[in-house]
T-cell receptor
């Protein structure tokens, strides 16, 4: 079973729409959670860390559900510039390795 | 400017010809790592290093070597490249995990696109 799984999409949404991505992780010992954004095979860049209580950064909201072992990313009022691939990343409490999902592709359409 | 640099950015080589991809960071980060990215497989960790002279295997270390002689540099060595190592490679760095709490973010280099024929 993969350490981290994401729906690859693609998600094609109109400007202004709200879109949500989920990511499931298999190891209950996972401790650190992140969403990264990757544009067109460029380097990944941190979008936001995901905290136990959930956190928000402008139009972006991240949630963690430890019981069901998934994290989510909600994007409100989508912009054309949000078009990218969103990568879910987890790290185990007892390890120093990072596990990436395969990414979810988002295209925001005018 | 805080950054991770990788060289070369693009490389086409032939099977069996040893090559090194360099990685350097100027943020005084302890943790450095190499990933490869392949379609449908996402980023997979090759090797990582918690500090100078400390390296560990990730999920896909076969066919690769690394060294960490200085804090800022973490080169990736392919002693005898094969076509299945054709991929997009990223180097990343971060501060080490604090004694309690979550990991810090990783900063990625711009990537090295390697083709082995």
């Amino acid at each position: 079973r993969k350490e981290v799984e994401q729906d690859p999409g693609p998600f094609n949404v109109p400007e202004g729409a709200t879109v949500a991505f989920n990511c499931t992780y298999s190891n209950s010992a996972s401790q650190s959670f992140f969403w990264y954004r990757q544009d067109c095979r460029k380097e990944p860049k941190l979008l936001m860390s995901v905290y136990s209580s959930g956190n928000e950064d402008g139009r972006f909201t991240a949630q963690l559900n430890r019981a069901s072992q998934y994290i989510s990313l909600l994007i409100r009022d989508s912009k054309l510039s949000d078009s990218a691939t969103y990568l879910c990343v987890v790290n185990r409490r007892t390890g120093n390795q990072f596990y990436f999902g395969t990414g979810t592709s988002l295209t925001v359409i005018p | 400017e805080a950054q991770v640099t990788q060289n070369p950015r693009y490389l086409i080589t032939v099977t069996g010809k040893k090559l090194t991809v360099t990685c350097s960071q100027n943020m005084n980060h302890e943790y450095m790592s190499w990933y490869r990215q392949d379609p449908g497989l996402g980023l997979r960790q090759i090797y990582y290093s918690m500090n100078v002279e400390v390296t560990d295997k990730g999920d896909v270390p076969e066919g690769y070597k690394v060294s960490r002689k200085e804090k800022r540099n973490f080169p990736l060595i392919l002693e005898s490249p094969s076509p299945n190592q054709t991929s997009l490679y990223f180097c990343a760095s971060s501060l080490n995990q604090p004694t309690s709490g979550s990991w810090y973010e990783q900063y990625f280099g711009p990537g090295t696109r390697l083709t082995v024929t």
